[in-house]
């Protein structure tokens, strides 16, 4: 069954027969015998067919979804009992929201690597809902992310906390006060912030409520880089997790605001699906703790 499943996923992702039949070193006429294994098994087609494509139908849709959940579970399961005996080695999934994956992440998967370099990581960055949606699908095997998430089918454990600061333009009328910043100032700002599911638009919404701050303008931008891009070229302010800014505001093209009463910070939470570890993921997180003290 677990290869029948496995056919049929890629052939659901390649919409072709012949494509999948080349991807998984088989010819096509075995693919096809699969395939319509699986169909009386599941007692029903599964792919819509003609010259032109292959296509999953309702049924279709329902095995895919649960066939990558499977075949997640077995390949953690294999991994799991290799463990018992094996090095820290392997493939290990690791996804990441975009302020830890592209800024604290690959400083960690170096010392990783360096120290255990039978581990093969693969990296996906998200928003955190993006990132705990694939855990929970097993699809990835541990997931990083930012703010207060919440899952009860999920281990969700904080592991440090990342001060955060409202940054501007070098040029902004507001980069260039003496004194500090008032609320009533940065309501008359243009806002640039991240996409709903984002752990850092999450963080801006939460300040805004507390501090009953109305932006006379909202902007939202799918990155960090992309915002910061645009805050730099005066199109607006923004919040930002500290360790996503510390080049820019070195360099001097982007300033943190002095802002009076205001103290803004978020949690980083690793996500698991399971309580079980193999030893690539248990190293992984040793690393993690160990090198994360976000004060």
Known sequence: ??????????????????RAAEELHMTQPAVSQYIQA?????????????????RLNKAGEIVYH???EIIGLYSKMNFLIDDLTNKPSGSLSIGASYSFGEYILPHLIAKMQKKYPLINPSITIGNTKEIAELVLGHQLD?????GEYKNNSLVIEPFAVDTMSIVASSHNRLAQLKEEVS??????????CRENGSGTREAAEKMFSNY???PKKLLVFGSTQIIKESVEAGLGISLLSDWTIRKEVSLGTL?????????????????????????????????????????
């Open 1 to 18: 069954m677990d290869q029948q499943l496995a056919v049929f996923v890629m052939v659901a992702e390649k919409q072709n027969f012949s």
């Open 38 to 54: 699986l169909e009386r098994t599941m007692g029903t087609i599964l792919l819509e067919r003609s010259n032109k494509y292959v």
């Open 66 to 68: 649960h066939a990558k």
């Open 142 to 146: 541990i997931g990083i992310v930012e």
């Open 183 to 192: 609320l009533a100032d940065l309501e008359n700002e243009t806002w640039i």
């Open 212 to 214: 009953e701050i109305t």
């Open 255 to 295: 300033k943190v605001l002095k802002v009076k009463d205001i103290s803004i910070t978020r949690e980083f939470s690793t996500v698991l699906s399971s309580p079980f570890e193999t030893k690539a993921l248990k190293v992984f997180l040793e690393i993690i703790k160990e090198n994360t003290k976000i004060a």
